[in-house]
């Protein structure tokens, strides 16, 4: 006893993580070890998010699974989609990206999500949750159209269950009698507390430790048995898997097609290793359900698991944020908004997704909760619901993040825009976001928005404007969208009444005769203070509007000045500076126009200005592109 104690003791002073260059090393581990490779992981993590920020509690949460799962199956010749990618920091840790982790979602660093690009062990990019199931039966059937011979293995988290593609998956791989794993990581959260009856059914399915290695036991007498062959041992098990269906009460995933198995613990490598060996080489769709604890190993993560779902730098010792501004953010300027105006207004509506604390919509809950709908990571649902309560009579607000609305881009011109609903869409993070990254910008709501009829597009340049903006919605009898960007908005004052903006009209900033500066958004701030550091004289409009623009405006300027420039932090392709130009050429008018906006590629993860540079949209870009029109005078 005494000398196994030692032995633990110079096991606990080992730091196993540094040896760990690939999922191979894994597999020499022993059990202990791995459990004190765990604790390493977390630790790890903790420090580089941190430092950096990015998603603390899936990443936690999914440390022994990632462990377990890449000690069974053999990556990258085994395929292992994990969905949304939250939890991905534990895998990329052990699959080569060690000593690289501490630029996590730092420009030129390791992404926040899977990669394709960054890792043959990213199998699948995702950073949108509930693609995992459907990319991995693709790539299964791919496989089994090849005669390959390798596993595929998904691991999704209950959350991603909401989403209407999930079940797609399920459905069809259930279905398909495809040899896949699904690994249903049930941590009970997405980003807010789940809903739905899912969520609720997961919760009531009774834990049923000790199944695996009762089976283990089992094979291990009935191999003992003279004359047995592995034949009938396997058809015993058959049979004991039917009359185990027979006796649990009717499950959900078993009537889809699959085999299932669970739930059990997690955290337990005692119990996932030998789950996963048992369920490896199994025929057909499988599914085992994991409970794991979002937060694991952190206490305040585990406490708070909302808020730590995803940080800026913080604290590790108290788990606070650092205080890096005093301005009031964009998000709160629209919540401070939403909800002075449902005081007046008892019509309004707020929905999200999944995403209450992050569109500011937990603090109109604490003010109207009968009025606030969290209907879980289901945009598409949110989308129609909102249009189900316009047609009533109420006057719903969506909000939702920009690049997350892009799923729900059928039911916005099927259910909202062709029968004119006066649904308000409140877009945040519009633009660029920053250490997120692609999966996570938001330039594309202004372009696929515009293509659509009935629709109001309103841009604010600050958050006083947002306020008015918001108000102004609500007396449009179609739909409308607002869009505004993530952080600290720009410090203006804010009007005590709201009013109602004439539709379709911008404003002029100032005026003269050097170029037109015509622009949407807090870009417009950038832009004045190019130009008063370059000390020219342009006439700047705010154009407010981009459907309907307010041509009036814009052709009486462009009639008399050629040059000129138009500005959006949105993608150049079918957006604003695209509006402008149409304009212009339905009405003949001949002009030189530049416009700046994010190019035609998408935006690797970086900071924010590392981002705006890129997209030649920040100041710098700004002052040299009026520069260059100036002396074309």
């Known amino acids: 006893m005494e000398q196994a104690q030692l032995q633990d003791k110079r096991v606990e002073k080992i730091r196993i993580l540094g040896t760990i260059n690939s999922p191979k090393d894994l597999k020499r581990l022993s059990r202990s070890q791995l459990k004190i490779l765990s604790q390493e992981i977390r630790e790890k993590i903790l420090e580089v998010v941190s430092k950096n920020g990015g998603h603390l509690g899936g990443p936690l949460g999914a440390v022994e699974l990632t462990l377990a799962v890449h000690y069974v199956f053999n990556a990258p010749y085994d395929k292992i989609v994990i969905d949304t990618g939250h939890q991905s ?27 394709i690009e960054e890792s043959a062990y990213d199998v699948f990019g995702a950073g949108h949750a509930s693609t995992g199931i459907s990319a991995a039966l693709g790539i299964a059937k791919a496989r089994d159209f090849k005669g390959e011979k390798h596993k595929v293995v998904c691991i999704v988290g209950d959350g991603a269950l909401t989403a209407g593609l999930a079940f797609e998956g399920l459905n069809n791989a259930g279905a398909s009698k495809t040899s896949i794993s699904i690994i249903l990581n049930d941590n009970r959260m997405s980003i807010s507390p789940n809903v739905g009856a899912i969520s609720e059914y997961l919760n009531k399915i009774v834990l049923r430790p000790g199944y695996f290695e009762l089976r283990k036991k089992t094979r291990g007498l009935l191999e003992k048995i003279p004359g047995i062959s592995n034949e009938e041992i396997e058809k ?41 060996q048992n369920l490896k080489d199994l025929e057909g769709p499988v599914l085992l359900h994991v409970k794991t604890e979002k937060g694991k190993g952190y206490l305040f993560a585990e406490k708070d698991i909302d808020k730590f779902h995803g940080m800026s730098p913080f ?35 707020a929905i999200t997704a999944a995403m209450k604390s ?84 938001g330039p594309f709501d202004i372009a696929y928005f515009r293509a659509v009829p009935n629709v109001t597009i309103m841009v604010p340049k600050d958050e006083n404007e947002l306020q008015h903006m918001l108000y102004t919605a609500i007396f449009i009898k179609g739909p409308s969208t607002l869009r505004y960007p993530r952080g600290s908005a720009i410090g203006v004052g804010l009007d005590a009444e709201f009013r109602e903006l004439e539709i379709g009209k911008g404003e002029i900033l100032r005026e003269g005769n050097d170029l037109l500066i015509l622009g949407i958004g807090p870009i417009l701030y950038d832009a004045m203070q190019a130009v008063e550091e370059l000390k020219c004289k ?72 590392i981002q705006k540079k890129l997209a030649g949209i920040d100041k710098e870009s700004i002052k040299i592109a009026i520069s260059e029109m100036l002396s074309k005078k």
């Open 236 to 276: 015993v098990f058959k049979i004991q898997e039917r009359l185990r269906t027979i006796t649990i009460e009717s499950n959900f995933f078993e009537s889809l097609g699959f085999q299932y198995f669970g739930p059990i613990d997690g955290h337990n490598l005692d119990e996932l290793i030998p789950a996963l």
């Open 315 to 349: 604290d590790p010792v108290n788990g606070q944020k650092y205080v890096t501004t005093t301005k009031m953010t964009w998000t709160d300027a629209f919540a401070n908004a939403l909800i002075r105006i449902a005081e007046q207004d008892n019509r309004i509506i």
């Open 358 to 441: 992050g569109t500011g919509l937990n603090k109109f809950e604490k003010h109207f909760p009968e009025r606030t709908f969290d209907v879980g990571i289901a945009e598409q649902h949110a989308v129609t619901f909102a249009g189900g309560l316009a047609i009533a009579g109420m006057k719903p607000v969506c909000a939702i993040y920009s690049t997350f609305l892009q799923r729900a881009y059928d039911q916005i011109i099927h259910d909202i825009c062709l029968q004119n609903l006066g649904v308000i869409f409140a877009l945040d993070r519009a633009g660029l976001v920053g250490d997120d990254g692609p999966t996570h910008n």
């Open 538 to 609: 342009p006439t700047i409009i705010n154009a407010r509007f981009v459907k309907p623009l307010d041509e009036e405006l814009i052709l009486k300027y462009a009639r008399k000045i050629k040059n000129i420039i138009t500005l959006e932090e949105a993608t150049i392709n079918g957006g604003f500076g695209s509006a402008v130009i149409e304009l212009l050429g339905d009405k003949g008018i001949k002009a030189n126009v530049k416009r700046i906006g994010v190019p035609d590629k998408f935006i690797e993860h970086g900071k924010p200005d």
């Open 89 to 115: 920091y534990p895998h990329k840790l052990v699959t080569g990206r060690r000593d690289n982790f501490h630029t996590l979602r730092q420009y030129k660093g390791i992404c926040g999500f899977c990669n």
